[in-house]
């Protein structure tokens, strides 16, 4: 399967070209670029693993893609990495962006458990396959 | 601010109540001088007076009818503090280009009504007076809500930030559809085609207005189906999903149950319609904003009295009596597709959905500076008639922070629902991915969805189906400040 959160899942995996460009979007809004990653991709799990702080104060995209790259040599094809972007504007203060870089070279998806309650109902555990195994160890 | 002039009565005061019948603007509710306080609620009507009805009259007559007016003075006026809550019409304009229609802008005192009630103040300001005889017609055009009246009021149960966070959705518009037919699917059909929408890559599906529970397809069954459908479809692509279950039913009781059930099996969204009324409109926010449920509103029936310019209310009256009253999902027009919708008005009422604050804008329809103080943000939705091969024009005129519902353009795509769903979901990400990258999408549009199409094969189909499907009609309900009723382009 192919995993499809963030905003553009659907699209062909982006280039570092794409990437930068995205990247850049967001710093000329005066948002915070922040670099995570996982190996437990839940559609809960909320808090993926940072990779340092959110970049307030860089300058442009290629201080980003630097760390993305860092980010890389350490997680790829084992861990999934999205860029967020965070707005502090009163109101919002919270993500404007969040989207995939890289995923796993094997995405083995999830299992649906079903277990049958009173009446007709039904209470659903959503499983990925990969978490069965210890963190680190999954892809 | 708030005083009140204690000194004697003078001749005037007692002529004022002596027993019979006076016009209207001489007991008080014509006040061209007075200046609104910043806690006056303030009301901007149209008005058309009857043949041979002065407009200054009729004006007067709307603020006291809408007030503390009877049609013969009453002495029991005397017993209250009767100047303060008489409403005062302050100033009376001709509508461009209306002959013989006025706006008349009249100023209310926040005692006239109680906190947090749109009951209350739907009672007062849209009561009796629609019906008064010296008006040929009569519409509420747009009110200026102050901040101690809205922080009466809880807003949004969990309003657009929050429902973002909740969904793991930035950045881009929320996807949907309307499970189609509307009438008629089986429990165990229905599901079938909320799965496969989810499935194919929208982020919400929906049940329609009148999708209760009828003898085809009892509340229950629905449910269980379709959360057996979103649950499959989250695991199927590691993406929440969520699907509108319709709550509303007879009574409070019945929405009640649903809206139970609905949590019980783990739905993120429920939906009511417009018709249950204010009252049960704000007690399901009130149920939502305890059980961590988004609420979604479909505006059934509001175009009985939003779409005729001259009489009725203005829909953005009611967004701002909705944002107030606590939803989360209001659908508030697309501009482009089959349900009336002018571009400027339509603008209107998204900002008044979004934004903190949304500065006067007569070309949109805005009467008065209005601040919402923090109440959270309303997620407006565009449903109805729209395609893929529209997203750039959507796009631009909507903004990121909507909910494009797709409909006919998901269920209807030859090659089967989830490839209708990949379509709109494909083109939808091309278009944000070349907005964001500083492209010029209403001019490129056609060019990056052609782009996008090459990499998907369920977008070619969908481009060429409905290339020429467009509805280009002339609004009917368009600001008067702009001088053409605009189509849509």
């Given at each position: 399967m192919r995993l499809t959160q963030?905003?553009?899942?659907?699209?062909?995996d982006l280039t570092d070209e794409q990437i930068t460009r995205q990247v850049q979007y967001c710093i000329d809004k005066g948002w915070a670029v922040n670099i995570e990653f996982t190996d437990d991709p839940h559609p809960r799990n909320t808090y993926w693993e940072l990779w340092g702080h959110p970049m307030f104060d860089v300058p442009d995209a290629a201080g980003v893609m630097f760390e993305l790259n860092e980010c890389r040599k350490a997680y790829k094809g084992r861990h999934y990495i999205r860029l967020s972007a965070f707005d502090a504007t009163h109101t919002w203060e919270s993500l404007r962006l969040s989207f995939l870089t890289d995923r796993p070279t094997d995405e083995p998806g999830f299992v649906l458990e079903r277990q049958e309650v009173e009446g007709r109902s039904i209470r659903y555990t959503t499983r990925a396959y990969a978490a069965n195994r210890p963190e680190g160890a999954r892809y | 601010m708030n005083a009140i002039d204690k000194t004697k009565p003078t001749e005037e005061t007692r002529s004022r109540y002596s027993a019979g019948v006076m016009e209207y603007r001489k007991m008080g509710y014509w006040q061209p001088d007075y200046e609104p306080k910043d806690t006056d609620i303030i009301a901007v009507f149209r008005i058309t007076p009857q043949d041979g009805v002065d407009e200054i009259e009729a004006s007067a007559a709307v603020a006291g009818e809408s007030s503390t007016a009877t049609w013969t003075v009453v002495w029991t006026d005397r017993l209250t503090a009767c100047d303060k809550y008489r409403a005062k019409c302050y100033r009376v304009d001709p509508v461009p280009n209306a002959p013989g229609s006025w706006f008349a802008y009249i100023a209310y005192d926040l005692d006239l009504f109680e906190p947090g009630s749109i009951a209350n103040l739907s009672a007062s300001i849209?009561?009796?007076?629609?019906?008064?005889?010296?008006?040929?017609a009569l519409r509420l055009e747009d009110m200026r809500l102050p901040v101690a009246y809205v922080k009466t009021f809880d807003g949004p149960a969990t309003g657009i930030v929050v429902e973002r966070e909740r969904l793991d959705k930035f950045g881009r518009p929320l996807l949907g559809a309307t499970v189609k037919p509307k009438l008629g699917l089986s429990g165990r059909n229905y599901g079938r085609v909320v799965y496969e929408a989810l499935k194919g890559g929208l982020d919400f599906t929906k049940d329609d207005e009148n999708i209760n529970s009828q003898p085809f397809m009892h509340w229950r069954d629905r449910f269980l189906y379709c959360m057996e459908a979103v649950n499959k479809a989250q695991a199927g692509t590691g993406e929440i999903k969520g699907t509108y279950l319709n709550v509303t039913g007879a009574t409070m009781e019945d929405m009640y149950e649903r809206a139970e059930f609905a949590k019980q099996l783990g739905s993120s969204i429920i939906m009511i319609d417009l018709i249950i009324g204010y009252t049960a409109i704000q007690s399901m926010a009130k149920w939502a904003r305890r059980n961590d449920m988004i609420l979604h509103l479909h505006r059934a029936g509001h175009s009985t009295y939003t779409r005729q310019k001259n009489h009725g209310v203005s829909f953005r009256v009611i967004t701002k009596w909705m944002r107030l009253a606590g939803v989360d999902h209001i659908h508030a027009g697309t501009v482009v597709g089959k349900l009336e919708g002018d571009p400027h008005t339509t603008k209107g009422y998204y900002d008044l959905c979004r934004e903190d604050f949304v500065p006067q804008n007569l070309a949109h329809g805005i009467f008065f500076d209005q601040d919402w103080a923090s109440t959270r943000k309303l997620m407006p939705v565009a449903s109805g008639g729209i395609h893929a091969g529209q997203m750039h024009q959507l796009i631009d005129l909507l903004g990121e922070d909507v909910v494009l519902q797709f409909g006919g353009g998901t269920i209807g795509h030859p090659m089967g629902i989830q490839a209708g769903a990949q379509a709109n979901r494909v083109a939808l990400e091309a278009m944000i991915l070349a907005r964001n990258e500083g492209r010029d999408i209403v001019h490129e549009g056609p060019e990056i969805l052609k782009e996008a199409a090459r990499h998907c094969m369920p977008l070619k189909q969908a481009l060429e189906v409905w290339k020429d499907v467009t509805f280009n009609y002339t609004s009917t309900?368009?600001?008067?400040?702009?001088?053409q009723a605009t189509a849509a382009e």
């Amino acid at each position: 399967m192919r995993l499809t959160q963030g905003a553009f899942s659907f699209l062909p995996d982006l280039t570092d070209e794409q990437i930068t460009r995205q990247v850049q979007y967001c710093i000329d809004k005066g948002w915070a670029v922040n670099i995570e990653f996982t190996d437990d991709p839940h559609p809960r799990n909320t808090y993926w693993e940072l990779w340092g702080h959110p970049m307030f104060d860089v300058p442009d995209a290629a201080g980003v893609m630097f760390e993305l790259n860092e980010c890389r040599k350490a997680y790829k094809g084992r861990h999934y990495i999205r860029l967020s972007a965070f707005d502090a504007t009163h109101t919002w203060e919270s993500l404007r962006l969040s989207f995939l870089t890289d995923r796993p070279t094997d995405e083995p998806g999830f299992v649906l458990e079903r277990q049958e309650v009173e009446g007709r109902s039904i209470r659903y555990t959503t499983r990925a396959y990969a978490a069965n195994r210890p963190e680190g160890a999954r892809y | 601010m708030n005083a009140i002039d204690k000194t004697k009565p003078t001749e005037e005061t007692r002529s004022r109540y002596s027993a019979g019948v006076m016009e209207y603007r001489k007991m008080g509710y014509w006040q061209p001088d007075y200046e609104p306080k910043d806690t006056d609620i303030i009301a901007v009507f149209r008005i058309t007076p009857q043949d041979g009805v002065d407009e200054i009259e009729a004006s007067a007559a709307v603020a006291g009818e809408s007030s503390t007016a009877t049609w013969t003075v009453v002495w029991t006026d005397r017993l209250t503090a009767c100047d303060k809550y008489r409403a005062k019409c302050y100033r009376v304009d001709p509508v461009p280009n209306a002959p013989g229609s006025w706006f008349a802008y009249i100023a209310y005192d926040l005692d006239l009504f109680e906190p947090g009630s749109i009951a209350n103040l739907s009672a007062s300001i849209i009561g009796n007076v629609f019906g008064f005889k010296p008006l040929k017609a009569l519409r509420l055009e747009d009110m200026r809500l102050p901040v101690a009246y809205v922080k009466t009021f809880d807003g949004p149960a969990t309003g657009i930030v929050v429902e973002r966070e909740r969904l793991d959705k930035f950045g881009r518009p929320l996807l949907g559809a309307t499970v189609k037919p509307k009438l008629g699917l089986s429990g165990r059909n229905y599901g079938r085609v909320v799965y496969e929408a989810l499935k194919g890559g929208l982020d919400f599906t929906k049940d329609d207005e009148n999708i209760n529970s009828q003898p085809f397809m009892h509340w229950r069954d629905r449910f269980l189906y379709c959360m057996e459908a979103v649950n499959k479809a989250q695991a199927g692509t590691g993406e929440i999903k969520g699907t509108y279950l319709n709550v509303t039913g007879a009574t409070m009781e019945d929405m009640y149950e649903r809206a139970e059930f609905a949590k019980q099996l783990g739905s993120s969204i429920i939906m009511i319609d417009l018709i249950i009324g204010y009252t049960a409109i704000q007690s399901m926010a009130k149920w939502a904003r305890r059980n961590d449920m988004i609420l979604h509103l479909h505006r059934a029936g509001h175009s009985t009295y939003t779409r005729q310019k001259n009489h009725g209310v203005s829909f953005r009256v009611i967004t701002k009596w909705m944002r107030l009253a606590g939803v989360d999902h209001i659908h508030a027009g697309t501009v482009v597709g089959k349900l009336e919708g002018d571009p400027h008005t339509t603008k209107g009422y998204y900002d008044l959905c979004r934004e903190d604050f949304v500065p006067q804008n007569l070309a949109h329809g805005i009467f008065f500076d209005q601040d919402w103080a923090s109440t959270r943000k309303l997620m407006p939705v565009a449903s109805g008639g729209i395609h893929a091969g529209q997203m750039h024009q959507l796009i631009d005129l909507l903004g990121e922070d909507v909910v494009l519902q797709f409909g006919g353009g998901t269920i209807g795509h030859p090659m089967g629902i989830q490839a209708g769903a990949q379509a709109n979901r494909v083109a939808l990400e091309a278009m944000i991915l070349a907005r964001n990258e500083g492209r010029d999408i209403v001019h490129e549009g056609p060019e990056i969805l052609k782009e996008a199409a090459r990499h998907c094969m369920p977008l070619k189909q969908a481009l060429e189906v409905w290339k020429d499907v467009t509805f280009n009609y002339t609004s009917t309900d368009t600001p008067d400040f702009v001088p053409q009723a605009t189509a849509a382009e």
